[in-house]
């Protein structure tokens, strides 16, 4: 089973916190699309004949893009990879966009699954972060998609927003709880440099949360959302029974992926390639029948590094015996000698042939994962 990306950079406006490749140009959509199409043919052996299982329309906003400009890339899919097979078609949205006509225009289409960017039910800090919606319009769009037939719903919170207590947070999840979605993404919030967020910060214009309250905001996410029989399947992931994530559960198990669009990533197994994070050089270039790219072939301390960074995040942990098989013995034993201290203090747990995160690992995962890593 292999996937397609598809980066759809366009936003109305940007978010306060966002550093992925995006841009307002909208006069360049017609442009995009024939573009991403073109590219969609020119790598049709990209995934070596795998068959595609899962498409996914990131972005940027691909909610931006009107369903004729879907009718025609789904019909480059069709005719260079064909659709019969998929199992997951997820479209990125923007509450604002999910009117009644629009989502009438794409029940017509094979998206059969919304992930939907609310990010907080708090009306001053949405705001703050430059989202577009209120708490009311979220709340009344999950509930559009869900009357225009969507099964398949998805949305996404931050949590270590600006000055975030606990009481606010929770008063969040159970928001989003009550919406009766399939699934549920909370990210702690990462000030990156360069984003208005961040020089807001620097300005000491707002407050970030302290790590105690940061490991008591995810105590409380874990808590509730098991509570709620959402299944805790990757470190910021959430489903309930059924519903996981198959794309995004496909990066985390290795398996091959197209990504298209500029500044899509790539992966075949054996290396990386990513397009150029600009819109109109990405456009210039296609349409002169080339790509403008680079690619990384990867080495075995980069393949192993890779595993451990994916796998130790998911319910699963790592199996251990396809470690050794993968990477020979002298990898084996490296990873479990690092791994023993944490073993010794709880923070991973070994059962049989599987190393994984215990409940109270997963709070510190980030350093038992670069601890892991060969360096």
Excluded at 307 to 330: D, P, Y
Aim: proline share 3%; charged share 25%.
């Amino acid at each position: 089973m292999a996937g397609i990306y598809i980066h759809v950079p366009f936003c109305k406006t940007r978010c306060a916190y966002c550093d992925f490749y995006s841009t307002t140009m909208k006069e360049l959509k017609p442009r995009y699309v024939s573009a991403l199409c073109h590219e969609l043919e020119m790598r049709h052996d990209y995934l070596h004949t795998e068959p595609v299982r899962t498409i996914y329309f990131g972005g940027g906003t691909p909610s931006q893009l009107a369903s004729s400009d879907f009718g025609q890339i789904f019909a480059t899919i069709e005719k260079v990879y064909g659709l019969s097979d998929y199992k997951e078609i997820t479209l990125e949205a923007n509450p604002d966009d999910l009117t009644e006509d629009y989502l009438q225009e794409l029940v017509t289409l094979p998206i059969n699954r919304i992930s939907m960017g609310i990010q907080t039910f708090h009306d001053d800090t949405l705001r703050l972060i430059g989202r577009r919606h209120t708490a009311q319009e979220a709340i009344e769009a999950v509930a559009r998609c869900q009357q225009a037939g969507f099964q398949n719903i998805s949305i996404d919170l931050i949590y270590g927003l600006p000055d975030e207590t606990p009481s606010i947070w929770l008063k969040d999840l159970q928001t989003a709880i009550s919406l009766g979605v399939q699934h549920i993404s909370a990210y702690h919030l990462t000030y990156e440099e360069g984003t208005r967020l961040w020089k807001m910060l620097q300005r000491q214009e707002i407050g970030e949360v302290d790590e105690d309250t940061s490991v008591e905001l995810f105590r409380i996410l874990c808590e509730e959302m098991r509570k709620a029989g959402y299944e805790h399947y990757e470190i910021s992931n959430f489903a309930l029974p059924g519903y996981r994530s198959r794309h995004n559960s496909a990066y985390w198990h290795e398996v091959s992926y197209l990504g298209c669009g500029p500044g899509a990533h790539s992966f075949d197994g054996e290396s990386r390639e990513w397009n150029i994070s600009s819109l109109l050089q990405y456009i210039q270039a296609l349409e002169q029948g080339k790509r403008d790219f680079e690619r990384e072939t990867l080495d075995k301390d980069t393949r192993y590094n890779e595993l451990i960074m994916t796998r130790l995040r998911t319910c699963e942990g790592i199996s251990l015996a396809s470690l050794k098989h993968r990477f020979g013995q002298v990898y084996h034993d490296y990873c479990l000698r690092l791994a023993a201290p944490y073993l010794h203090h709880g923070l991973l747990e070994q059962k049989e042939d599987t190393l994984k995160l215990t409940q109270e690992g997963i709070f510190v995962s980030d350093d038992i994962i670069s601890d892991l890593m060969r360096v």
